[in-house]
């Protein structure tokens, strides 16, 4: 079975730049999360999507970051424009719908941003 | 709000010595618990759940954790590390009040040593 993909796997910008990060989650999966991890600290949940529909975005700086999952299938998120304080790695998972709440994520590699 | 502490930074532990590696949270009704585990430029996999039912959880590569309901602790534990156990391990807490969401703690760092 195929993991959750995400491209590309490192990206260097400059700040007040765009970025795009992609992400092609475990087919079947019906929920998709974008998370960010700043280094020395845990994942940070920015959005989540259950099938299209946005589940929760609470943490996700709406000024900046957009994110957008159209067929339900994969998932984009952007970032526009970009400060410095966003070099992190940005993770993608996704879990099956079922009962939702206790059914682990599984992770893709993640996209590491430097923004200099 | 749910929150999740890793109290050690760091784990030290000889290879054949068993470890312990300590996870509290707090989160508004039952709790769903969760143990991650993070090597070096990988993404995060899953170790063990708790959901309901037995306290004691086994999960993969012979890690088990134990959920304690007063004490709101869900430490993760394992008989006889290996040097190969050395990773970042991260324990994450899921409200089943506010849609799945979930709260992951800063990690702990385990070495294993020869």
């Known amino acids: 079975e195929a993991g959750v993909a995400q491209s590309p796997r490192y990206k260097i910008i400059e700040k007040r730049q765009s970025v795009a990060f992609w992400c092609n989650p475990i087919?079947?999966?019906?929920?998709l999360y974008w998370y960010q991890q700043i280094l020395g600290q845990g994942p940070k949940l920015l959005i989540q999507f259950q099938n299209n529909g946005v589940v929760d975005d609470s943490q996700l700086p709406k000024d900046r970051f957009s994110a957008e999952r159209l067929k339900g299938v994969d998932s984009t998120l952007k970032i526009q424009p970009a400060k410095l304080e966003d070099s992190a790695v940005y993770l993608c998972a996704s879990s099956l719908l079922s009962q939702g709440l206790n059914t682990e994520a599984f992770f893709g590699q993640g996209t590491r941003l430097t923004v200099v | 709000a749910q929150s999740v502490a890793q109290p050690e930074d760091q784990v030290n532990v000889a290879e054949g010595n068993p470890l312990t590696v300590k996870c509290t949270y707090s989160?508004?009704?039952?709790?769903?618990l969760f143990w991650y585990v993070q090597y070096p430029n990988r993404g995060l996999q899953f170790l063990l759940k708790y959901i309901t039912g037995d306290n004691l959880v086994k999960g993969s590569y012979g890690f088990e954790a134990e959920f304690n309901k007063s004490q709101t602790s869900f430490h993760l534990k394992k008989p006889s590390a290996l040097v190969s156990d050395s990773a970042l391990y991260f324990c994450?807490?899921?409200?089943?009040?506010?849609?799945?969401?979930?709260?992951f703690g800063d990690g702990t760092t385990l070495t294993v040593k020869p």
């Open positions: 087919s079947g999966h019906a929920t």
């Open positions: 989160v508004s009704g039952n709790p769903y």
């Open positions: 994450a807490v899921r409200d089943n009040t506010n849609a799945g969401k979930s709260t």
